[in-house]
């Protein structure tokens, strides 16, 4: 288990952009495969991205591909989620995981989460 926080969410307009960041306090996220997810209300929680510890596997969710783009700092201990071209369906809370492996991510036990930053797209 890692704690895990995400900063960066906000309120944007419609074609806008943000970029959300997840760190590690105290902790290294180098040695973990990292992923975004979100969560609407009244809706399951859904993947958006996934990147592996050297960032050469990256994963995307169809609805946000050619839009979003994952990406880690490995010196900076930080992994990112840049959104572009914003939507109102993007509209969630956005998620940061660690997790040992692909195959691990979203498991329970085998992962860790963050407790969210919020997204708010208006028309």
């Known amino acids: 288990q890692v704690h895990l926080v995400e900063s960066g969410g906000g309120l944007v307009q419609a074609g806008g952009t943000l970029r959300l960041s997840c760190e590690a306090p105290g902790r290294t996220v180098s040695t973990y495969t990292m992923g975004w997810f979100r969560q609407s209300p009244g809706k399951a929680r859904d993947f958006v991205a996934a990147i592996n510890r050297s960032g050469g596997d990256i994963y995307y969710a169809d609805s946000v591909k050619g839009r979003f783009t994952i990406s880690r700092d490995n010196v900076k201990d930080t992994v990112y989620l840049q959104m572009n071209s914003l939507k109102p369906e993007d509209t969630a809370i956005y998620y940061c995981?660690?997790?040992?492996?692909?195959?691990?991510?979203?498991?329970?036990?085998?992962?860790?989460w963050g407790q969210g930053t919020q997204v708010t797209v208006s028309s």
């Open positions: 995981n660690a997790a040992g492996s692909m195959s691990t991510m979203g498991v329970p036990g085998f992962d860790s």
